[in-house]
């Protein structure tokens, strides 16, 4: 008979887009979880099987687990502790006013292990954190805690991406498991077995950089690729067919090469910040970074300019916004260049009706009441009359569109779009006047 993989009562600490996504996903692989979070809304909210943000796939894998008895939810991070061989630390870590990251909460939560240090733990940071800060986690746990009973620090940084979580948690490029005792390697492979990838194995520093790096990269490509459009927007090139080119090199690769309105949500921007900021502390200036950051910051108001340049006065002008969120298949509205775009649109003196397929409630949070803002209940109620079509999330709905019938309703027909999703020789035949970045 074939050995059973060995399964743990884990504890999984924030029940945000990496913590809920982890707990039911380790819930999913047999482990017996308890996902602990201050917030007794939210804890109240997923007790009832309600997801508290929208990602596909979640709410269905939430009722499974939740049925079977694998998954459960406390707001008593002591107790959950208690029960617990290994706890994931995933809670925020928001940048503060200087870019750094705020790590109370890591703090906070090292504390009260500390406290209820029962028996041994393996502690594992999964937020994003600059680099030592699993050492502080140590110095934190060895500091407070009341008795000699062992325990472990490693770091498991998540790569997932919103909107795809559910599939990256079981189908990662590769697993990052930063150790420094053979059990916590071990407890760590074990909880994993079932997850067919690579496994590296490193040392808790380079795991933690591991992560840094590969946003930081991956902002890199995007800002790049960016610089590159405003070139070919001097040039008359199309982006389109640069990046398309660029991208057949096996050695360039061809994904996070699509220009826009830049990078937001609630992982690249604080991450590229965070790691300027380490590095600096550390003694390295990382001039690099900075122009990474730098050409995103601009790329939202770039594109307010072309719109500008195009309809010459936009005070009063009528304009629909399609996509809010700062990516599709999310409601998130985190660092959302969209709404920077409408903030700026809104200045300018506009009259806007904005459309998203699942971000409006979160996007009315954000959004200051304005009598410049409307929403509509759909892409064709919000072109109604309007003097430009701006879209701003590639969501597959927004692909789909029928530009005709679109057209037919609009004032005049400008498309900014802010994605570089339509075919523009296909939209300039059916009479739009087309903007995009870089094309
Ligand atoms: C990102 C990483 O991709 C994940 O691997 C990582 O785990 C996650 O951050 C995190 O640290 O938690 P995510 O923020 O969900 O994931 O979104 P991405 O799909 O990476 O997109 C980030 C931003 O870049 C979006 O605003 C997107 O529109 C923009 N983007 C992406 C572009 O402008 N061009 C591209 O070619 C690709």
């Known amino acids: 008979m074939a050995k059973k993989n060995k399964k743990y009562d884990i504890c999984v600490v924030g029940a945000g887009h990496v913590g809920l996504i982890a707990a039911v996903g380790f819930a999913k692989l047999g482990h017996k979880v ?3 979070d201050n917030d007794k809304k939210k804890i109240e909210q997923l007790r009832r099987g309600k997801p508290v943000f929208y990602e596909p796939e979640l709410q269905d894998l939430l009722k499974k687990v939740k049925g079977k008895n694998n998954l459960r939810f406390s707001n008593s991070l002591a107790d959950a502790a208690k029960r617990s061989e290994v706890i994931f630390i995933a809670v925020g870590t928001p940048p503060l006013a200087d870019g750094s990251a705020d790590l109370a909460s ?24 600059p680099v ?51 059990r916590a390697e071990k407890v760590l492979r074990d909880i994993y077995r079932d ?33 590159v459009a405003r070139v070919c927007d001097k040039a008359g090139a199309d982006i389109k067919s640069v990046a398309a080119a660029m991208g057949l090199d096996k050695r360039i690769g061809k994904s996070f090469l699509n220009a826009g309105v830049g990078f937001g949500g609630f992982c690249f921007p604080k991450d590229v910040e965070a790691f300027i900021y380490i590095a600096k502390r550390l ?22 300019e072309k719109i500008k340049e195009h309809l010459w006065i936009l005070k009063n002008k009528k304009i629909a916004v399609l996509g809010l969120s700062f990516k599709p298949d999310t409601d998130d509205m985190r660092f959302s260049p969209a709404i920077s775009i409408v903030n700026n649109l809104v200045k300018e003196g506009a009259s806007l009706t904005l459309y998203d397929p699942q971000g409006i409630d979160e996007a009315k949070k954000v959004l200051k009441k304005s009598t410049k803002i409307k929403f509509a209940k759909d892409s064709y109620q919000a072109a109604k009359n309007c003097d430009c079509l701006c879209v701003l999330t590639e969501w597959e709905e927004f692909k789909k569109i029928n530009l005709k019938k679109i057209k037919s309703n609009m004032n005049y027909p400008l498309l900014a779009d802010g994605r570089n999703i339509f075919d523009k020789n296909k939209v300039t035949k059916l009479g739009f006047s087309y903007l995009g970045i870089g094309r």
Request: hydrophobic letters at 40%; proline letters at 3%; one cysteine or more.
């Open 195 to 227: 997850i067919k990838t690579k496994v590296i194995v490193t040392d808790i520093a380079a795991a933690e950089i591991i992560k840094h790096a590969s946003n930081s990269f991956l902002a890199t490509k995007i800002s790049f690729v960016n610089a």
């Open 34 to 36: 308890i996902c602990a």
């Open 132 to 182: 030592q800060t699993g050492q502080k986690i140590k110095e934190v746990i060895n500091r407070y805690k009341k008795n000699s009973v062992p325990f472990d620090i490693a770091s498991n940084p998540e790569f997932l991406r919103e909107g795809k979580a559910i599939y990256d948690f079981f189908h990662p490029d590769r697993i990052v498991l930063g150790v420094e005792s053979k």
């Open 283 to 304: 003694g390295y200036e990382f001039d690099f970074l900075k122009e990474v950051r730098n050409v995103n910051i601009k790329q939202p108001g770039y594109f307010v």
């Open 106 to 129: 890591i703090e906070s939560v090292a504390r009260t292990i500390a406290d209820n240090l029962n028996s041994y733990k393996l502690i594992v940071g999964k937020s994003t954190v």
